[in-house]
């Protein structure tokens, strides 16, 4: 059983080296998901999170066991449907004199949002265009799942359709890999989406979903004002079903604009261009958020 310093601690290691709450009440998963590691060194879990303060080998290993990585291909499938039919033709338009188009998979776990943009890009970029996909996380684990891009008969089987199996796996064993020509598309790298974001440049997309969720509504706020610059001013950033900014403070209610594309809320720099194929358009300031 994890005794509550031994909580305390890793609750404290987590929220510093991620910014994901780990509560109390949380005991059970922690302790769950650490046994196996202190088992591996031998140590009581007492001894093994002691030990965690001066060895970062370990410590970036507790933070994969403790990242939740619950990820599918074209998971909820609505903002997918969003992207191919009406965030890029626009994009398409604007884009036309460098026919280039780059996307941030942040918090891509492993990999399969990735994966599923790169198959959607494939079928729908006209011929001579190129694209790149940066895939983050800070799951050292993860992100070296995304560059093997190799994925279990289970994970084919949720939500990707079977054209897009055949089309872009072979069979390697008891696993799918798929194919050289998405994955040289995908930039992995790893970054703390609560840290400062150094040299990635910006983007036309910005996929940021399901991980805000994890984050105190001070984190939530800080990440949403630093995705600002990451976006071009005409691109759109997809938040997770779930996932809302109607609690964001003031001046995000005017930095960012909700637009509504069927059943999807993409969120726009308040000087992005409206109308186009997108229906309707909502200033956050507007909705009182
Ligand atoms: C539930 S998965 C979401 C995956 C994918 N975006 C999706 O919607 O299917 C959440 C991911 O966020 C990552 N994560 C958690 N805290 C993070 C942080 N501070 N910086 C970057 N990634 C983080 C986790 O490692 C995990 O892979």
Same mark, same amino acid.
């Given at each position: 059983?994890?005794t509550?310093t031994?909580f305390?601690?890793?609750?404290a ?6 910014s994901? =709450?780990?509560?109390?009440?949380? $005991?059970?998963?922690v302790e769950? @998901? ?5 088992a591996?060194k &031998? #140590?009581r879990?007492?001894?093994y999170?002691?030990?965690l ?5 370990e410590?970036q290993k507790v933070i994969d066991a ?9 998971r909820?499938?609505t903002p997918?449907q969003?992207?191919t039919?009406a ?5 398409l338009?604007?884009r036309?004199?460098?026919r280039?188009?780059?996307i941030?998979?942040a918090?891509?776990?492993s990999g ?10 494939d079928?729908?970029l ?7 996909i940066?895939a983050?996380? =800070?799951?050292?684990q993860?992100l $070296?799942r995304v560059?093997?891009g @190799?994925f279990s ?5 949720r &939500? #990707?359709p079977?054209?897009?199996l055949v089309r872009?796996?072979?069979r390697?064993g008891r696993?799918?890999e798929i194919?050289e020509?998405l994955?040289s598309?995908?930039t ?7 840290a400062?974001?150094v ?7 910005i996929?940021?979903r399901?991980?805000l ?12 004002r ?5 976006l071009?001013l005409?691109?759109f950033?997809?938040?997770g079903?779930?996932e809302?900014?109607?609690?964001m403070?003031?001046d ?5 604009r909700?637009e509504t594309?069927?059943?999807v809320?993409?969120?726009?720099r308040?000087?992005?261009p409206t109308? &186009?194929t997108?229906?309707t358009s ?5 909705t009182?958020?």
């Amino acid at each position: 059983m994890t005794t509550p310093t031994a909580f305390a601690s890793v609750s404290a290691l987590v929220r510093r080296e991620t910014s994901m =709450i780990y509560d109390e009440g949380k $005991e059970y998963l922690v302790e769950a @998901r650490l046994a196996p590691l202190a088992a591996a060194k &031998g #140590l009581r879990l007492e001894e093994y999170v002691a030990r965690l303060a001066f060895d970062a080998v370990e410590r970036q290993k507790v933070i994969d066991a403790l990242t939740i990585n619950e990820t599918s291909f074209f998971r909820d499938h609505t903002p997918y449907q969003a992207f191919t039919d009406a965030m890029l033709p626009p994009l398409l338009d604007a884009r036309a004199h460098t026919r280039r188009l780059r996307i941030w998979s942040a918090a891509c776990s492993s990999g399969q949002e990735a994966y599923s943009i790169a198959m959607l890009l494939d079928q729908h970029l006209p011929a001579g265009w190129d694209y790149e996909i940066v895939a983050t996380d =800070i799951s050292t684990q993860m992100l $070296e799942r995304v560059r093997n891009g @190799r994925f279990s008969q289970v994970e084919v089987n949720r &939500g #990707l359709p079977a054209t897009s199996l055949v089309r872009y796996f072979t069979r390697e064993g008891r696993e799918w890999e798929i194919s050289e020509r998405l994955r040289s598309h995908i930039t992995v790298r790893h970054l703390n989406l609560a840290a400062p974001y150094v040299g990635l440049g910006t983007f036309d997309v910005i996929w940021l979903r399901n991980v805000l969720i994890y984050f105190d509504a001070e984190t939530k706020a800080d990440i949403m004002r630093r995705m600002l610059p990451m976006l071009a001013l005409d691109g759109f950033l997809l938040l997770g079903s779930s996932e809302t900014t109607l609690d964001m403070p003031a001046d995000l209610a005017t930095a960012w604009r909700r637009e509504t594309i069927g059943r999807v809320q993409a969120h726009r720099r308040a000087g992005a261009p409206t109308g &186009g194929t997108l229906p309707t358009s909502t200033p956050l300031a507007r909705t009182g958020a």
